[in-house]
Structure formats: structure tokens, C-alpha cells
């Protein structure tokens, strides 16, 4: 069975930006975007004094381009990607439980309980239907001896 995007097996699938990792990892990127701003608004006046001369402004622009190449080459790209989402995997758990087995680990533990508690209430159920069924045989020996009772008194009556 083929697994394209729109087939059932994919539709039940998240990528990393819909899971909780990813929420906490669109968290760390905001805050990382602003931080960098911020170092490159601090470091702006360096740059353009560096750039006043012609030495410092070759190696700045040697420095420049070799953090292009490093940014564009998908193999470190991939490889930041992943470190990322590692930490953000291993940040989320610290919170969150992440591993299926653990899930389903902690959910037969609730349902262990609740059948615990099913239990016990169908215990007490068969508990108060027996007391139900004493109250009844009570109820209808009671009767009887009541009629017994008014057969004596109209015995007694008629022959007394």
C-alpha cells in the first residue's frame, strides 16, 4: 500500500511544527531571532568602523562569505536542523510526556484504576441487590404473617 500524503496511513501524521516540540521550538526561534538582532545592533558600530579600512574590511567580508557557505550547504543545514529538533525533543520532554510507550504506559495505569473503582462499585451493586432481595423476602414474610394474623383474629372472633 503506497503512502502518499493524502492516504490515511499519512493523514494521522505530524511533521515537527504540529507536534509540542515543535511549539516549543517556534519559542526558541522567536527568542533566538530577537537575541541575534539585538547582538547585531550591539556589534553595528564595530562592523562599520571595520569597514573603514581595507584589511578589516577584506577579512570581514572573508568572514562574511565563509558563513554564507557554511548557511547554504544543506548538509550542515540538515545537520542543524536535526541537532534542533533533538533539542527541542529532549526540551518538550522535560514537560511532556513525548515516547508512545510511556503514553500508553500511564493510560493502562488510569484504566487500572478506573477498573479498580468499576470494582469495586459492581460489588457494591451486587451488595445492594442482595440487601434488596432480603428487604423483599422480609417485606412478603411480614404480609404473610400479617394475613396469618387477621385469619387468627377472625378465628378468634367467630369462634370466641
Same mark, same amino acid.
Given at each position: 500500500?503506497?503512502?502518499?500524503?493524502? /492516504?490515511?496511513? $499519512?493523514?494521522?501524521?505530524?511533521? &515537527?511544527?504540529?507536534?509540542?516540540?515543535? #511549539? @516549543?521550538?517556534?519559542?526558541?526561534?522567536?527568542?533566538?531571532?530577537?537575541?541575534? %538582532?539585538?547582538?547585531?545592533?550591539?556589534? *553595528?558600530?564595530?562592523?562599520?568602523?571595520? @569597514?573603514?579600512?581595507?584589511?578589516? !574590511?577584506?577579512?570581514?567580508?572573508?568572514?562574511?562569505?565563509?558563513? !554564507?557557505?557554511?548557511? #547554504?550547504?544543506?548538509?550542515?543545514? #540538515?545537520?542543524? /536542523?536535526? $541537532? &534542533?529538533? /533533538?533539542?527541542?525533543?529532549? !526540551?518538550?520532554?522535560?514537560?511532556?510526556?513525548? =515516547?508512545?510507550?510511556?503514553?500508553?504506559?500511564?493510560?493502562?495505569?488510569?484504566?487500572?484504576?478506573?477498573?479498580?473503582?468499576?470494582?469495586?462499585?459492581?460489588? *457494591?451493586?451486587?451488595?445492594?441487590? #442482595?440487601?434488596?432481595?432480603?428487604? =423483599?423476602?422480609?417485606?412478603? +414474610?411480614? %404480609?404473610? /404473617?400479617? @394475613?396469618?394474623?387477621?385469619? @387468627? +383474629?377472625?378465628? $378468634? %372472633? %367467630?369462634?370466641?
Amino acid at each position: 500500500m503506497a503512502t502518499t500524503p493524502g /492516504s490515511p496511513v $499519512m493523514q494521522g501524521l505530524k511533521n &515537527f511544527w504540529q507536534r509540542p516540540e515543535g #511549539t @516549543a521550538g517556534k519559542v526558541v526561534l522567536v527568542l533566538g531571532t530577537a537575541a541575534v %538582532a539585538y547582538g547585531f545592533v550591539q556589534i *553595528l558600530p564595530f562592523l562599520i568602523a571595520a @569597514a573603514t579600512d581595507t584589511l578589516h !574590511l577584506a577579512v570581514l567580508i572573508g568572514g562574511i562569505l565563509v558563513f !554564507l557557505f557554511i548557511a #547554504t550547504d544543506k548538509r550542515v543545514r #540538515t545537520l542543524a /536542523s536535526l $541537532m &534542533f529538533q /533533538s533539542v527541542m525533543r529532549y !526540551l518538550t520532554g522535560l514537560f511532556i510526556e513525548l =515516547d508512545p510507550i510511556g503514553i500508553l504506559k500511564n493510560y493502562i495505569g488510569e484504566m487500572k484504576k478506573n477498573l479498580a473503582i468499576m470494582t469495586s462499585t459492581g460489588n *457494591l451493586n451486587g451488595s445492594i441487590r #442482595t440487601l434488596q432481595n432480603q428487604i =423483599d423476602t422480609n417485606q412478603k +414474610d411480614a %404480609a404473610h /404473617s400479617v @394475613a396469618l394474623a387477621n385469619q @387468627a +383474629d377472625k378465628k $378468634m %372472633a %367467630a369462634g370466641g
